[in-house]
């Protein structure tokens, strides 16, 4: 079994920047995929940054050429740094990775539990 943890959501004005940060822990084989989702109130979650095993990315237009995912390899961590943001871009934002908890086993989808996001006007 693994974690995911995320931080570093807050309220931050229109035009400003957070920089979130998720962490896999537990039984971790092989980390496959990593991504960030958000949600807003009253509405369905969405994909807003993958990252593929090859660091291959297809940013929604909604956030594109303002919002950027990386990931430290060595730490087990994905960050999405998030800027010139936008009230609707508040949501509470989500990790996701695929995640092989041991050599023999399947992939498995995990998710955190979240960090608010909150961008006033």
């Known amino acids: 079994q693994a974690q995911l943890v995320e931080s570093g959501g807050g309220l931050v004005q229109a035009g400003g920047s957070l920089r979130l940060s998720c962490a896999a822990s537990?039984?971790?084989?092989?980390?496959?995929?990593m991504a960030w989702y958000r949600q807003a109130p009253g509405k369905q979650r969405e994909l807003v940054a993958p990252?593929?095993?090859?660091?291959?990315?297809n940013y929604p237009d909604s956030v594109k050429g303002r919002f950027t995912i990386s990931r430290d390899y060595a730490k087990n961590t994905v960050y999405l740094q998030m800027n010139s943001l936008k009230p609707e871009d508040t949501g509470v934002y989500y990790c996701?990775?695929?995640?092989?908890?041991?050599?023999?086993?399947?992939?498995?989808?995990?998710w955190g539990q979240g960090t608010q996001v909150t961008v006033s006007s």
């Open positions: 996701n990775a695929v995640i092989q908890t041991r050599r023999w086993g399947n992939s498995y989808n995990y």
């Open positions: 537990g039984s971790i084989f092989r980390i496959n995929e």
């Open positions: 990252l593929t095993s090859g660091d291959n990315t």
